[in-house]
């Protein structure tokens, strides 16, 4: 019973719904801080761009873009995933379905489309954003972002959002935060990662590293922005 009302298009689009109600809650009762100050005017002078956050720090990124940012996020091809999509739409926050993968399933999740698609959303001024993990390996960047950067000539900029009051998640793979509302959060932008359209494997390996490098040291500083010691940035944001 419980497999036909969790595959049931109304029950994830009431559920989809109801989560786009609570993170509007969380996220209105948070006494945000943004680092560095200056964050949007650098976005600003750059768009579009490709935004890119750790897995399990994506319930809160549809409140990353202002007013006046187009942006679509990309959002994996399964069930659950689906009331992600339907929130994140909710919030008005544009989706593209398909992942990456280490196996070779690739063509099944829809990654070369949702790649083509990426790449195609930004040539036409609108920003994107996607985690970057490789599947189901947290905290492991993959090669996907870094090869969305190379053929759209797109900077990627590196976030993280942290809470103060929040439940891990510790069963799930990515250490997913369940955010609490009326606390504190923190929105942390590292320095953008530009990928030359030339950039051959060793190039695109180096990025690699340089975006993982990157979120770690944003989340560690947003962790630490809302009074978490840095040993507790492995749980996730």
Known sequence: MWRKIRTSDGFRRLLGRSVALYLKLVWKTQRVTIEPADAYDWIDNELPVIFTFWHGQHFLTPFVPKSHHKAKVMISRSYDADVNAIAAEALGVGTIRGSGTHRKNFHEKGGVVATRQMIETLEQG???????????????????????????GRPIYPGAIATSNRIIMKRSWDKSALHLPFGRAALVLGEPVIVPRDADNETLERARKEVEEILNRVTARAEALVGRPPKATSDGA
């Open 126 to 152: 609108i920003n994107v954003a996607m985690t970057a993990d490789v599947p189901k390996i947290s905290r492991r960047a993959g090669l996907g972002i870094v090869s969305i950067a190379k053929h759209s």
